[in-house]
């Protein structure tokens, strides 16, 4: 029996079932998008050349940064997940490129620095990354550049406002007939 072939649905069609978002106006898709194609660039390029990935570069660079730090500072300050962080963290420690030890205030608490292995490596990308960063931006003018930084500094304090609560983000839901809110309520945070 011959294949029937699917046909394609446009984006019209498919959102025929309710609201739709046109993709080549949402500027939080654009963004993604965007960040992703770069990422995955970066990524290939890091992996390629020197032995490691997006996560662990953008790591490397805020410790060259600050020179030591802790790992709560580096999530907290690139908006890095605090498992790809840790990950990140042990397996530069592994290669030799970053170095742990214990913070003299806190315990509980160890602060992270690059080694002189990892201090040249750092200093052997970052030419190149900003190279990369000069040739992404070479159709920008320099106010361009200026108001680019500015529009997306604007765009993330916004972001940084809202709230990331899983409730806010869930629609409230009906008590079942017999059930009461505090049943909903309960059955809400432990999916949380």
Partial sequence: MPRLK????????????GPAIDLKKHVA??????????????SRF?????GIGVVEWRVIIFIGYTNETSAHRICRETDLDKGAVSRSLNALVRKGIVRMKDDGADSRRRNVGLTAKGR???DRIVPVALERQRILLSSLSAAEVEKLMELLGRLRTKAAGYKTSRDDALPRRRPRPGKTKRAVSVRREATV
């Fill in 6 to 17: 699917k046909k394609r649905q446009t984006p019209t069609a498919a959102a025929r079932g």
């Fill in 29 to 42: 898709s654009k963004i993604a998008i965007f960040a992703n194609r770069m990422l995955r660039a970066a």
């Fill in 46 to 50: 890091y992996r390629e050349r020197y």
């Fill in 120 to 122: 040249a490596l750092h």
